[in-house]
């Protein structure tokens, strides 16, 4: 069974048990890819140089980065050290890493969103400039080359992409690490395990009593999805898109309990079943 794990890059996300769960797992010959995010390391990276993150609505109610010019190198860079710094964490916990970005071998690939449409003061508008994109492709070869050669793959945006099928030039862009994570997942037909700051999906944001443990049928996703919301609602889209693709099985589950990964594989969180989608 091949493992990809999505480590949450918000504040309130300790990777220290992941780390040591992935430890445990490559000890017992499993195949684990790491996708990690770093909105709070962006964020302060902004902060530092002073200028202010700028989140934006889509339509659908999603929110986002939007990430202009600038946004985009400080982004670059804000990841590139977030990446480091989990490649030799696992490097500490005696696990072979090797960090790659979306642009490394053209792992993560697709068309560019140089525009968006977005919603201020309840108008729907278009706002141009924007640096995003989304992965339509993932180089398997690259990704089962490392796990053939004992490493753990720890991946991270950006991706690479192009306007248009007519251009010739890749650009390096902002996407979504959910949703990179899903189509990686997708792609190598793996168990995908999102772990974030709450214990799962609940039916009610505001009472952790609710969670919602199963996603059996299309009735249990749309009410996933209806009771989503802020960032829940990526992991949820990023658990649907993760089984269009091919994934197993996805579980969002709470990465600051004890053996996070295993205790997701083993039933904690909220589990998505190939079955919703049918």
């Not at 040591?20 to 902004?46: F, I, W, Y």
């Not at 944001?205 to 009771?227: M, R």
């Amino acid at each position: 069974m091949t493992v990809v794990v999505k480590i949450g890059g918000a504040r309130a996300v300790d990777p220290a048990g992941a780390v040591t769960d992935v430890a445990h797992l490559t000890v017992n010959d499993e195949d684990v890819v790491v996708v990690h995010g770093g909105s709070t390391a962006v964020d302060d990276a902004l902060d530092q140089m002073g200028k202010d993150p700028e989140y934006v609505e889509s339509p659908s109610g999603v929110t986002g980065r939007f990430t202009d010019a600038e946004t985009m190198d400080v982004f670059e860079m804000a990841m590139g050290k977030v990446n480091t710094d989990l490649v030799a964490a696992f490097e500490n916990a005696g696990v072979p890493a090797v960090g790659l970005n979306g642009v490394d071998g053209k792992l993560l690939t697709g068309p560019r969103k140089s525009a968006i449409r977005v919603v201020e003061d309840g108008k729907k508008k278009i706002r141009r400039g924007e640096h995003s994109g989304t992965i339509e492709a993932v180089n398997t070869d690259l990704l089962e080359a490392q796990l053939d050669a004992g490493y753990v793959p720890v991946v991270s945006v950006p991706m690479l992409a192009k306007e248009s099928d007519d251009e010739e030039e890749w650009t390096p862009v902002n996407a979504d690490a959910d949703r990179a994570a899903a189509a990686v997942a997708g792609a190598l037909d793996a168990t995908l395990v999102v772990l974030t700051d709450v214990e799962g999906v609940y039916e009610d944001p505001d009472d952790p009593s609710s969670l919602i443990e199963e996603v059996l049928t299309p009735a249990d996703l749309d009410g996933a999805k209806e009771a989503a919301e802020g960032f829940m609602t990526k992991k949820v889209l990023a658990a649907t898109e993760a089984l269009e693709g091919g994934a197993e099985s996805v579980v969002v589950s709470d990465a600051n309990r004890r053996d996070p990964i295993v205790a997701a594989l083993e039933g904690a969180g909220t589990r998505f079943s190939p079955e919703a989608l049918s």
